[in-house]
């Protein structure tokens, strides 16, 4: 007989399902296997255990001297994981064992509990103390691991993808705000006494609504993350033609025209006249100018004319077919998926998707400038 069924368990344990059934689709549907999807599906299956005993303990089915896994101490180790896996670092595996000894740990002392070694009331005070210090620690670590990434890849570089880490430090604040009410709901209960489960209810409810977003926004991103390499993996596109627009020659246009095009440096989101005036040591107004008195455009519809030229070329390809008109706007050398969709339609009076599915024979009708 069930002792305490509510509404509030009942939450928490459709977000314990949730995170079943998502983890299982990550270890077993094909598309979805990665080395970052594997290390999401186990922060989520950890997250998902961790309720479910808790959710079990406080509906009465398991009583609190029962075994438990400290599950909540692989969480951040595995996200950790799949962060440095979605940033394109490899873990050495001596790492990797390091990451999951406090939970080694913590299953000795369980056992030790259930043969009576240790008191089940000293058992979950230890378990709650090492759970919760380990995981403000880890959580430090990985926004150590994002900030490093972010002062590593300030510079373009063509053979590498650089990721989009907002949503990380999203998921990160999360964490954090769970932690303190987490590390404030065992000093309360410490500090009155009061045993009632029922003080964990907005920490769990808080996991449910994590394990969500972490599930899907974690394989959106590390899907276009993948969709993206397999993008610039692929073999050189055929080089476009010079454009039929008459330039007037100068010999630093002609150097800045190379750099930008044939270097394909419009494939660097961060590139701007500031750049190129460091690139050619001049100021960045003089830079302005030649380009302005060459070609009549401004720099800005300079390059992004190469960038909507590159878009076109792989939303026309059917290579690329399977990949996402997103992963195609940011290899193509946009910032955001707004980015793209307002420069693109600018230049073609139509959205990517239009362009997508319109003729070969429309593209006479656009407005190319180079």
Not at 104 to 117: A, N, Q, Y
Not at 218 to 233: M, P, W
Not at 291 to 314: C, G, H, M, Q, W
Not at 330 to 336: A, M, P, V
Request: one cysteine or more; aromatic letters at 14%.
């Amino acid at each position: 007989m069930l002792a305490n069924v509510n509404i509030w368990n009942l939450i928490i344990f459709i977000g314990v399902l949730h995170g079943f059934l998502f983890s299982g689709v990550l270890f077993t549907v094909k598309k979805y296997q990665s080395t970052a999807n594997k290390f999401l599906a186990y922060t989520v299956l950890s997250l998902a255990i961790s309720n479910l005993q808790y959710c079990l303990l406080d509906a009465g089915v398991i009583s609190n001297n029962a075994f438990r896994l400290s599950t909540e101490l692989l969480i951040v180790p595995m996200f950790f994981l799949f962060v440095n896996s979605y940033l394109q670092y490899r873990t050495p595996v001596k790492y990797t064992v390091l990451l999951i000894i406090p939970f080694v740990f913590s299953l000795i002392i369980s056992i030790s509990s259930l043969i009576g070694l240790i008191s089940g009331e000293s058992l979950n005070v230890i378990q709650e103390n090492i759970s919760s210090g380990y995981t403000l620690i880890l959580i430090g670590l990985v926004c150590y691991r994002v900030w490093l990434y972010k002062k590593s890849t300030k510079e373009f570089s063509s053979k590498r993808v650089i990721v989009q880490t907002k949503w990380i430090k999203q998921i990160l604040i999360i964490g954090l705000t769970l932690c303190v009410f987490w590390i404030g709901e065992i000093y309360y209960a410490l500090s009155t006494g009061n045993t009632g489960l029922y003080i964990y209810y907005p920490l769990w409810i808080g996991i449910s609504f994590l394990i969500y977003w972490i599930a899907y926004v974690g394989v959106f991103k590390s899907h276009i993350l993948t969709e993206r390499i397999e993008i610039r993996n692929k073999k050189t596109l055929t080089i476009r033609k010079r454009s039929q627009h008459k330039f007037f020659s100068t010999a630093l246009f002609s150097k800045i025209d190379s750099f930008i095009k044939e270097e394909e440096n419009y494939l660097n989101p961060n590139m701007n006249l500031a750049v190129l005036a460091a690139e050619f040591d001049k100021s960045s107004s003089y830079i302005s100018s030649v380009i302005n008195k060459n070609i009549d455009i401004s720099f800005t519809d300079y390059i992004n004319i190469f960038r909507v030229e590159k878009a076109k070329e792989l939303l026309k390809n059917p290579d690329y077919n399977k990949y996402t008109i997103v992963a195609v706007g940011l290899e193509s050398g946009f910032k955001s998926k707004s980015n793209f969709y307002t420069i693109f339609k600018k230049h073609t009076n139509l959205t990517p998707s239009e362009y997508k599915k319109s003729p070969e024979s429309f593209n006479s009708s656009e407005n190319s400038t180079l």
